[in-house]
């Protein structure tokens, strides 16, 4: 399904991205790494599918260790994290047809989808959860019946409405990583969510200035072209730096 990005292609999507959304970004990636399929394909993803597969990626990208960064919100003091991709990828295999899923909760019966980027991208008040929440099921629930009658969804009870989200959630259990940290000086405990298309994301922007400081070395000293430059193996690239530093 997906192919490793090559070092051209990467800078490319850095490029494009620069000034995009977090959404946007993680389907730029998508779309390079995918081309056969349509924007709009990879766009009604669920979530957690789009994450585990830029998971995949950047597996392929970088290779399987994530070294994370947090500070603790209690003392401030920074914790160092060393991470597998096999640690936090949940899902194996990648569904590009839309599922439906159908929950009963009392006498209501109701059939929804996972939330996809394109959802995401539509909330006006993404870090308002309650907001978000609402936003979220009027546009996932495809049909809400009680005692067979259909009913819309501002008259389902909050407490049906809140099983529902809670198994929407669990559905798609890739989508939300939760780490469960504990400060060694403090001994706090929380949980951080792990995000990895600004972990993913960050990486490349660090990856791409280096690349560029690179090329530019190279072609002050040697007058050699962009694209040649980067068509050369790290080891190869890095011989030649050493011997204009020396």
Known sequence: MMH?????????VWERGV??????????????????????????LS????????????????????????????????LELSLNVSDIRLLSEITLDVETFSL??????VCYRLPNSLDVASLTHPTDLTTASDQ????????????GEVVPIEQIP?????????????TDS??????ALSCPVCQHHWQSVFDIVSFFWSEINTWA?????????????????EADILAMTPWRRQLYLNMIGQ
């Open 4 to 12: 490793t990005l090559s070092t051209s292609e990467l800078l490319h």
């Open 19 to 44: 000034n995009q959304s977090s959404i946007q970004r993680a389907l730029l990636l998508l779309m390079a790494a995918v081309p056969h399929l349509p924007l709009d394909k990879l766009a009604q």
């Open 47 to 78: 979530i957690g599918q789009r994450d585990a597969c830029l998971l995949t990626l950047r597996e392929w990208t970088f290779g399987s260790q994530l070294a994370c960064l947090v500070h603790c919100p209690c003392c401030g003091d920074r």
């Open 104 to 109: 009963t909760v009392g006498d209501y019966d």
């Open 136 to 147: 979220l099921l009027h546009r996932c629930l495809l049909t809400a019946h009680h005692q």
């Open 158 to 170: 909050a407490a049906i409405v809140d099983t529902v989200v809670t198994h929407m959630a669990e």
């Open 174 to 179: 890739q989508a939300d990583i939760q780490l």
């Open 209 to 225: 200035y280096r690349q560029l400081r690179e090329v530019h070395v190279l072609a002050s000293a040697y007058g050699w072209r």
